[in-house]
Every structure is written in C-alpha cells, then in structure tokens.
C-alpha cells in the first residue's frame, strides 16, 4: 500500500470515528427535546455525555487537519464547494457547545429553554448536514478541468445528499437512544428501549435504501463486495433493534456502532481511487494519486501519526472507562443548586 492510500485510510477512518463517537451524542441531544419530560431528565441526559462530547468532537477537528494536510487539493476543491453548509454547521457546533456550558448559569426557565433550542438543533443540524456533505462525495460534483467547482447549491443538495442527511440524522437518533439505556437507570432507561426500537424499524429501511443507492453509483468489480457489506449494515440494523428489546443496550449500541461505521465504509469505499469524482468532466475528478501532498510530506506526517494515534486512543478508552457508570434522577441536584 503506498502513502497516499495509507493516508485516504486513515482519513475515512478518522471520519467514520467521528460519525460514531459523534453519532451518539447528536442523538443524545435531539432526544433532550421531546424524550426528556422534564428538566431533571434533560439533565440526566445531558450528563451522560458531558465527559466526552467535547472529546468526541476532537475527531471532527483531527478529520479535517489531515484531509488538509494530505489531500490539499481534496480539502480546496470540496470545502470550497461546500462553504456555505459548513459555516452553518459550525455556527451550530458553536452554539451548541455554549449550550452545554451556560444552560445552568442563569436560573430562568426562559434562559435554560432558549439553550436547550440550541442543544437540539446543535445536534441535529450537524447530524444532517454532515451526512449531505459525505454523500455529495460519493454522488460527485460538478468540477471543471481545473477541479474548480461550476456549480451551485441545486448540484449538492439532490435527493441522494438528502437521503445521505437523513441517514446518519436516523442513525444518530438510534444511536443516542442505545447510549441513553446503556447510561442510565429506572424510566429513563425503560422509554430510551422503546425509543430505540421504533427508530431501529425506521434505520433499516431508509439506511438500507441508501446504502443500495450508493452501491448502485458503481458500476465496477467493486459492486459485488460493496453489496454484500450493505446487507451486513442492514443485519447490524436488525441486530439493534431486536436485542434492545432484550434490555441488551451494550450489544445494541455495539450494532448501531458497526452500522454507523458500515455506512461510512460504504460511502469512502464506493469513491476509491478517487476523492471527490466530476458530474461534467472525467478529468476534472480528484484521485488520491493525484490529490495527495508530496511523499516526503505524508512520510513525515506518518513517522508522527504512527505513535500518537495509539495513544489518543488509549487515552480517551480510559476516560469512557472511568465514567462507565449508570445515572439516573436520583444523582441530579435539585434545581437552583449547583448543576450541569
């Protein structure tokens, strides 16, 4: 394998990482709208992932850094294309970060509503988007000879990007029902299954659809593979929604996790060896050969991410691990008191 398939690996699973870890506490924070019957249970939900949603956002950050750093053309070309959604998607990741912080400094039910808004939307905006945004790759853009983007926004968003949006939006949800059960005790607990259930029915006919669109666009040896890894994301899908109902959240969350990533093999594979493909002109498509950095620049980014990488990873293990437990009503102080 050369350098710069090593690095488009690395990237998809940097991205994947990121709609995993990610995935969970998006949906966790649309469940806080309409799941949560009230701001006890809202804060319930809201500290089940307090530890480690600022840490799960660190792969967004990471993703980014090394599609600019070994794909310069990929990160230029597509993240010009896409300017105007990612601004709104930062712009909510902002919001929703603050959200989190300054919910409880002010005891007004005005205040805390209004951030709560922004904790829901925070979550399912990004949730949606990033999905229009990873399957726009998959279904191509509009590049010139130049790789320069001649398009507009009718050429992103189409009812594949759509579809793609409301994917890892349903994903989402059903991933951060299976985390809220997996963290929580008594009613919450109980209304988290039922929640995932339902969802889980909804999951597979939509992701199925989707992931049978996307291998559709192939039209190479690679289809037969590609197929078969969309019926095990489906099974993944099927495999969640009944063992949920057996009050098995670990494996259930664990089946939502294989699919959220099944889905994102799914996208990344069907674009090898290209990046980002063109709708109007074959050579204005970006390849990995021909968008990645120099070889001098990936071995060096190599000899660096080789060790680190590891380590990240042990670490934020460790800190799942320390904060395991199960919460519940019983742990939230009483309001007007010192909360989060």
Not at 306 to 319: D, K, S
């Amino acid at each position: 394998m050369d350098l710069a398939t090593f690095w488009f690996v690395l990237v998809a699973i940097l991205w994947i990482g990121y709609l995993v870890l990610e995935g969970f506490d998006f949906g966790v924070g649309m469940l806080t709208r309409r799941f949560a019957r009230d701001d006890t249970e809202r804060r319930v939900l809201i500290n089940t992932i307090g530890p480690v949603w600022d840490g799960n956002e660190v792969w967004m950050v990471t993703a980014v850094g090394a599609t600019f750093a070994a794909f310069p053309e990929w990160y230029a070309t597509a993240w010009s294309s896409y300017y105007l959604p990612l601004v709104l998607v930062l712009v909510l990741l902002i919001l929703r970060g603050l959200a989190f912080e300054y919910r409880a400094k002010h005891d007004s039910h005005r205040w805390r509503q209004w951030w709560d808004g922004a904790i829901f939307w925070g979550s399912a905006g990004p949730a949606f988007f990033w999905g229009v945004l990873l399957a726009g790759f998959a279904q191509g853009l509009p590049l010139d000879s130049n790789h320069d983007f001649v398009g507009d926004m009718t050429d992103i968003i189409t009812p594949y990007t759509v579809l793609g949006g409301v994917v890892t939006l349903l994903l989402s949800v059903l991933h951060g029902a299976h985390y809220v059960a997996l963290k929580t005790v008594g009613d919450i607990r109980d209304r988290a299954r039922i929640v995932a259930a339902r969802v889980a029915v909804l999951a597979v006919a939509v992701t199925g659809g989707f992931a049978t669109w996307t291998v559709s666009l192939r039209g190479d040896g690679s289809f037969t593979w590609l197929a078969m890894l969309t019926g095990g994301v489906t099974l993944g899908l099927l495999a969640a929604g009944l063992v949920i109902t057996r009050r098995r959240e670990g494996w259930a969350f664990a089946a939502s996790f294989a699919a959220i990533a099944g889905v994102g093999i799914v996208l990344f594979a069907s674009l090898y060896p290209q990046v980002v493909p063109s709708t109007v002109d074959a050579s204005g498509s970006l390849t990995v050969a021909g968008a990645s950095s120099t070889e001098y620049t990936l071995t060096v980014m190599t000899w660096v991410a080789v060790p680190l990488v590891p380590l990240v990873l042990l670490y934020q293990g460790w800190v799942y691990w320390t904060f395991r437990r199960r919460i519940g009503i019983q742990h939230i102080a009483p309001a007007g008191a010192s909360q989060h």
